[in-house]
C-alpha cells in the first residue's frame, strides 16, 4: 500500500520538477553557493533551510515522497532492477555534503548577511540555460543509478537531503 501510493507521488514530482523549469533555480546547490559569496539570502537558502528543518522532524519524507532525483531513479528502476549494495557511496555523499556545506558556510561567514533577494540568480537567466539544468540533472542521476544502484545516487548527487 505504502509504495502503491509514494511512487505516483515521487513520479509526479520529478515530472513536475523537469516539466516547470523554475524547479531546477529554486533547489540549485550552485545558486545557493553564489549568493553566499555575495551575502545574499535567496530562495535555494530558504528551500534548503526549510528542507534541513522538516528533515529533523520528519526525517527523509521529502527525499522518499517529493525528490525529483528519487522519482528519476525510480522511472529508471522499471528498466534497471539495481539496488544499491556500494558502502563507497557513502563516503562519496558525505565527501560532497562537506564541500558543499564548506562553501555556503565559508561565503556566509566571509559576507555575512548583506541582504535578502529571493530572486538571486533566478531572473537572469534564459530558458536554454533552465533546460540545460534539467538535462543535467537527469544526465548526473541516471548514470550514477546505473553505477552505484537505485538510491546511492540520489544520495550522491543530492546528499544534502538524503545524509
Known amino acids: 500500500m505504502y509504495q502503491r501510493t509514494r511512487k505516483p507521488i515521487v513520479f509526479f514530482t520529478a515530472l513536475l520538477f523537469h ?12 545558486i545557493i553557493v553564489a549568493a553566499a559569496w555575495k551575502g545574499i539570502i535567496n530562495a535555494s537558502f530558504i528551500i534548503f533551510i526549510v528542507l534541513f528543518l522538516s528533515s529533523l522532524f520528519f526525517g527523509r519524507a521529502y527525499c ?18 539495481k539496488r544499491s549494495k556500494n558502502s563507497k557511496s557513502l563516503f562519496i555523499k558525505y565527501f560532497i555534503f562537506v564541500i558543499w556545506i564548506g562553501a555556503i558556510v565559508t561565503g ?3 559576507n555575512g548577511f548583506q541582504q535578502i533577494d529571493v530572486t538571486f540568480g533566478m531572473t537572469d537567466i534564459s530558458v536554454e540555460k533552465k533546460v540545460v539544468l534539467t538535462i543535467g540533472a ?20 543530492a546528499g544534502r537531503f538524503c545524509l
Open 64 to 81: 522518499s515522497w517529493f525528490c525529483p532525483g528519487c522519482g528519476i531513479q525510480e522511472i529508471m528502476n522499471l528498466f534497471i532492477k
Open 108 to 110: 556566509y561567514f566571509i
Open 19 to 30: 516539466l516547470l523549469l523554475i524547479f531546477h533555480l529554486l533547489f540549485s546547490p550552485v
Open 138 to 157: 537527469i544526465v548526473l542521476i541516471a548514470p550514477l543509478t546505473v553505477i552505484f544502484g537505485q538510491f546511492a545516487s540520489v544520495n550522491i548527487s
